[in-house]
């Protein structure tokens, strides 16, 4: 049997993660018969979701300053949820000083590993045995117990640039971490609006890398997310690295879309042919490095809502020298959603799907690399992050 006949054997569930709780969309083996489960997480903000194949684990990240920081774990699919807290919030304060209150909730008083240090959980990646996680403010946290225990990564909130890491408009938050599938000690994480750090000693030291590929190219614009100083615009958005042995990556950030082809330590511009340097997600094929897709917006001072209010997915498949847009199936009037972040994936089967959910609760999927999408779910919460989990 081949590995793509066993690929689409697998049970495919979209892992949306919402601003109130977490759902599960299952297409069965087929893609087909979307099924909406949830809410899940006691009704929390969660801001992504990862899962582990391989145990049927999946790890649920959110929290804010009502609930503080948690984790919610199932390790049987979905089906139950077990929440570590990580720090305090406004209900532990309330909690503390009223009985009554702490009662009706079933509060105790707990000793929470980070205290009142971070408000939210931003981002979850699971790569080798290791469970990463990025925070609000900005920093990364790792669990060798599969979310049990947690410890900081001293040596990315220690870096010398970190004094002067600028908040974006939804704060200074690590919203991105991407591992190397062959080699654990490699990592790399997306902060707003610091930039984009990596790491080659499993977290012990990190390096800043921002660096145009040719500075002297590059234009000066005023806002003061783009690009200047020889380097890109610091307000990364999200970003993915591309299949196979070298190190190739992509970004969309705040302005523009850009391609390293050495591990960030030199950036492209390849946002020309997109109708906008505005967008939150990027997309890479699970095999070909050089097919990629990203949904621009008009920019952040007009709305953040598709040009034209005609909703376009933009792919590449040369690595992000031309770019075609792919609309049907899409709403082409009065389309005014977002698509955040995280809020863009896709599946490892032939051809490959494409998934993204907006902040008008709806997830669109294509089964054929974008020519044509269908509306699977409508009506959920703001969703803030799709993934897919593929069992």
């Known amino acids: 049997m081949s590995s793509s006949t066993l690929t689409d054997l697998t049970v495919l569930t979209v ?3 919402t601003t109130k709780g977490a759902f599960l969309i299952s297409g069965g083996t ?6 909406v489960t949830g809410p899940f997480c006691d009704g929390w903000p969660i801001n992504h979701i990862v899962g582990d194949p391989a145990t049927g684990t999946l790890w649920a990240g959110g929290g804010g300053d009502w609930h503080g920081a948690g984790i919610w774990r199932s390790e049987d699919a979905g089906e139950t949820w077990q929440l570590v807290r990580l720090t305090r919030g406004t209900l ?5 000083k009223d009985a009554d209150f702490a009662k009706m909730i079933g509060w105790t008083e707990d000793a929470l590993p980070f205290n009142a240090d971070f408000a939210q959980i931003w981002s979850l990646c699971f790569a080798h045995g290791t469970l990463y996680a990025g925070t609000k403010p900005a920093g990364l ?4 117990d599969r979310g049990k225990t947690w410890h900081r990564v001293e040596a990315l909130t220690d870096h010398p640039s970190a004094e002067n890491w600028n908040p974006g408009a939804a704060g200074l938050v690590l919203h991105t971490i991407v591992a190397d599938p062959a080699n654990p000690k490699k990592l790399w994480v997306g902060i707003s609006a610091a930039g984009v750090f990596a790491t080659e000693d499993g977290g012990a030291s990190w390096q800043r890398r921002n660096r145009l590929s040719n500075a002297e190219a ?3 614009h005023d806002h003061p997310a783009a690009p200047r100083d020889g380097e890109t615009g610091h307000c990364v958005h999200n970003m993915m690295r591309a299949p196979g042995a070298h190190d190739l990556l992509y970004q969309q950030n705040h302005h523009g879309v850009w391609r390293s082809r050495d591990g960030g330590r030199n950036w492209d511009d390849i946002t020309e042919g997109l109708p906008s340097t505005f967008g939150f997600p990027i ?14 917006l008009n920019g952040d001072m007009v709305g953040r809502f598709p040009p034209d209010a005609a909703a376009a997915v933009w792919r590449s498949r040369d690595g992000g020298q031309s770019w075609q847009a792919l609309r049907k199936g899409l709403p082409q009037e009065g389309c005014f959603f977002t698509v955040l972040r995280q809020a863009m994936t896709g599946d490892q089967r032939d051809p490959a799907g494409v998934y993204f959910g907006t902040n008008s609760g709806s997830v669109f999927a294509s089964f054929d690399e974008g020519e044509e999408w269908l509306e699977i779910a409508r009506h959920l919460p703001t969703i803030l992050a799709v993934e897919v989990f593929e069992r």
């Open 92 to 96: 532990d304060d309330w909690a503390a």
């Open 141 to 144: 946290l790792a669990s060798e």
């Open 283 to 296: 997309r890479v094929h699970p095999r070909d490095p050089d097919t990629i897709w990203t949904l621009p």
């Open 30 to 35: 087929g893609r087909s018969g979307w099924k």
């Open 218 to 220: 590059c234009v000066h």
């Open 15 to 17: 892992l949306a993660a």
